[in-house]
């Protein structure tokens, strides 16, 4: 902007912040020398699945954005993980009706995913991702350095997300998943730029080429997810978002090969891929979650189809890269297939 300075909020996540008790300084002193920008303040702020369950994240920072007079010519920058990244998003798409908000992720599963969406969300009568809007962000930064202090089980998380759009997509990146699984296991700097940069292309091409707002039943990008947003929400919450993710999508991919839509041998080697990394694939609440009943039909696929508006509409695989749409479930494939996964 022209002779006006240009407002910036930081908002970061407590989390990554304890583990980079520099970088708030670091921040401070680089705006020393960008005259243009003035930096309110830097709020720091839990992170991870609880803030999405309550109001109070999203108050606090609808809060900040109002004492430090953010407008929609400011800029909202916000500092964490994909949890934050939906709070922050919502918060901003909301306060003014939309302040630009540049999302840098920190953990790996917001790098190959979520940042390069346009969603974001909170929670709400128990259910995932209840409120929330579609609202591209001004923009992205990926700094894969960030990553370092991430924990084991965040890790596999961001892991969970490349292998789904891989397997909907681009059997190429799914092979190159295969064969640099250690590599990626021990965070080897090269292969993680690679999976980072190749899925959160997957995901942004998906969303800039199709149904960015979501306007239609199917929702391929969403694979393997009308049973992991029911694990996460029946285990509280202690089975994150990544980790349920995998063993959601191990369930689809068993009953596309019990269905007969995949083969068994591609069936094989994407269940080998959850087990080298060390996925738990499957968990007992995914029993009962099967059991449950609503409207005839399996609750949990009910509310998801609720969540995605109009036909029931479930991605599955007809093979490695290749996702196809169903609109009605067997139930006895589904249960033969859990039985499956659960002795695989
Ligand atoms: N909007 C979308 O399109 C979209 C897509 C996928 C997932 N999501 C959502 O993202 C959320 C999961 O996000 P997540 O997997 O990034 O986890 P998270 O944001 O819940 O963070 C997990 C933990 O890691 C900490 N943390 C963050 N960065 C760290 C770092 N670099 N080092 C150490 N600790 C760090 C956080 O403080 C938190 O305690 C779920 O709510 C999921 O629904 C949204
Ligand atoms: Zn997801």
């Avoid at 720091?44 to 109001?55: A, L, T, Y």
């Avoid at 080697?269 to 007992?284: E, P």
């Amino acid at each position: 902007q022209s002779n006006q300075e240009t407002k910036i909020l930081l908002v970061m996540d407590q989390g990554f912040y304890d583990l980079h008790t520099n970088l708030a300084d670091e921040i401070k002193q680089w705006f020393t020398f960008h005259k243009h920008l003035h930096l309110k303040n830097i709020f720091i702020v839990s992170g991870g699945e609880e803030i999405k369950n309550s109001q109070d994240t999203l108050q606090s920072i609808w809060n900040e954005i109002h004492q430090h007079d953010i407008c929609k010519h400011s800029f909202v920058a916000c500092i964490g993980g994909g949890s934050l990244l939906d709070v922050c998003g919502f918060a901003c798409a909301t306060a003014h009706r939309g302040i630009p908000l540049i999302r840098i992720p920190t953990t790996l599963l917001a790098m190959d995913d979520s940042a390069a969406g346009v969603k974001n969300s909170i929670n709400y009568f128990h259910k995932k991702n209840f409120i929330g809007t579609f609202t591209p962000p001004y923009c992205v930064i990926n700094d894969i350095k960030f990553l370092e202090s991430l924990g084991h089980r965040d890790w596999l998380s961001g892991i969970a997300e490349a292998i789904k759009v891989a397997l909907i997509r681009d059997s190429a990146f799914f092979h190159y998943i295969e064969s640099n699984d250690n590599l990626i296991l021990n965070r080897d700097k090269d292969a993680v730029l690679k999976l980072v940069e190749r899925s959160a292309e997957l995901h942004l091409n998906h969303i800039a080429s199709g149904d960015p707002f979501e306007r239609t039943s199917s929702r391929p990008l969403d694979f393997g997810h009308w049973m992991a947003h029911a694990l996460e929400q029946k285990s509280n919450y202690s089975i994150k978002h990544g980790e349920a993710v995998a063993a959601g999508i191990a369930l689809d991919v068993m009953y596309s090969f019990h269905a007969g839509f995949l083969p068994e041998d591609e069936c094989n080697r994407i269940l080998k891929l959850f087990r080298n990394f060390g996925f738990t694939i499957y968990y007992s609440y995914m029993e009962d979650i099967i059991h449950e009943r609503k409207n005839n039909q399996v609750k949990a696929m009910e509310e998801f189809r609720e969540h995605l508006g109009g036909e029931l509409t479930i991605t599955m695989l007809e093979g490695i890269g290749k996702g196809m749409d169903i609109h009605s479930i067997q139930l006895a494939v589904l249960i033969r297939s859990l039985q499956e996964l659960k002795i695989a």
